[in-house]
């Protein structure tokens, strides 16, 4: 009886260890193909100068930088929408911010140097990413008192970051981008662990792409601010 007791707790752990891998999988999928999207929407827009010109070539340019926010805000609800509708936002968001990237494509089209700085930097963001996803899965300290802090802390950042569209301090630009990499960093490690205890075997279908949508976005986010925060500093050298 011990021994069937013990190959049922083994074969549970084996399933349930195959269902969070591809549960996680998922996610990672998902953030993975908005990252794609977003570098094809900017190389699409940027080899267009009538597009350039119509999406960010006058005040309609703040519309499209602020939009993404407005569709986390106010278009983003995991609780009350179907996974269908926040597969869409999901991909707005990812185009939003390929058009708003495509001036980085532009500029590192037109300086060699400017594009290794963009190669560098993104090589960097991705391992940075890994090894703070690594951590936030193998981790046992319980990282969810961080949630607060972070949610804080970015809107904070946010709002030093509109300020500074009308100064434009250089050291106020490197002091916002140090502390967003430390805030999205901390926020890729929080979302991994979360990720991880969150997940059910129970959970149904839908309520399982509902939140890997929901994870696969601030993943996303989080990695696109640590590449444009990296290449801050990368393109002063």
Do not use: C
Request: charged fraction near 10%.
């Amino acid at each position: 009886m011990q021994t069937d007791r013990s190959l049922d707790k083994a074969g549970s752990k084996t399933t349930y260890d195959a269902g969070l891998h591809k549960h996680l999988q998922a996610i990672y999928n998902r953030m993975t193909l908005g990252v794609v999207v977003t570098a094809i929407t900017a190389w699409f827009v940027s080899t267009s100068p009538a597009l350039m010109n119509l999406l960010l070539g006058g005040p309609q340019a703040y519309i499209v930088m602020f939009a993404p926010l407005a569709i986390v805000w106010f278009g983003f609800n995991p609780d009350r929408m179907k996974a269908s509708s926040l597969r869409i936002a999901f991909f707005a968001i990812s185009i939003l911010y390929g058009i708003s990237f495509s001036m980085i494509a532009v500029m590192a089209t037109a300086s060699p140097d400017f594009g290794i700085a963009v190669a560098k930097s993104f090589f960097m963001a991705s391992a940075m990413f890994a090894g703070l996803s690594i951590y936030g899965y193998t981790t046992k300290k319980d990282l969810s008192g961080m949630r607060t802090f972070l949610a804080m802390g970015i809107f904070g950042l946010i709002a030093v970051s509109v300020m500074n569209l009308f100064f434009q301090s250089p050291m106020m630009h490197n002091l916002i981008a140090g502390v967003g990499i430390v805030l999205f960093s901390g926020v890729t490690v929080w979302q991994t662990q979360a990720m991880k205890m969150m997940y059910s075997p129970n959970m149904s279908g839908e309520i399982a792409s509902r939140i890997a949508w929901s994870a696969a976005l601030t993943l996303y986010i989080s990695f696109m601010a640590l590449f444009q925060y990296i290449l801050h500093f990368m393109s002063q050298r």
